[in-house]
């Protein structure tokens, strides 16, 4: 498995989440990671994206000020903390590795991706 995805759950409005995603060392190094969403009904979304060196971050809008994407390199991991939750953001939330080391919004640009975790916030 190149990427293994975790800590969804069930969460009211206003709590908060952090997800993780553990990854080979070959599909972690140099690369940039992301991480998307598919609601139920609905095409898949780029969320958040961090680059190799973790100097830069992207955000789509509806998340910016709310969710912030770190990696830690030593353990070939990325996590996205999800604060401020919306039942908006309920969705199938996927981490995957850029082919590139600067991430884009754009999937066809991910080499590999994970199983995905489910995220549900009530109202």
């Known amino acids: 498995v190149q990427l293994q995805a975790s800590g969804g759950g069930l969460v009211q409005a206003g709590g908060s989440l952090r997800l993780s995603c553990a990854a080979s060392?070959?599909?972690?190094?140099?690369?940039?990671m992301g991480w998307f969403r598919r609601a139920p009904g609905s095409e898949r979304e780029f969320v958040a994206g961090?680059?190799?060196?973790?100097?830069?971050?992207y955000y789509t809008d509806s998340v910016k000020g709310r969710f912030t994407i770190s990696r830690d390199n030593a353990k070939n991991t990325v996590y996205l903390q999800m604060n401020s939750l919306k039942p908006e953001d309920t969705a199938v939330y996927y981490c995957?590795?850029?082919?590139?080391?600067?991430?884009?919004?754009?999937?066809?640009?991910?080499?590999?991706w994970g199983q995905g975790t489910q995220v549900t916030v009530s109202s």
């Open positions: 060392r070959r599909t972690f190094t140099n690369n940039g």
């Open positions: 995957a590795a850029s082919i590139r080391a600067v991430p884009s919004a754009s999937p066809s640009d991910y080499r590999y």
């Open positions: 961090i680059s190799y060196r973790a100097a830069d971050t």
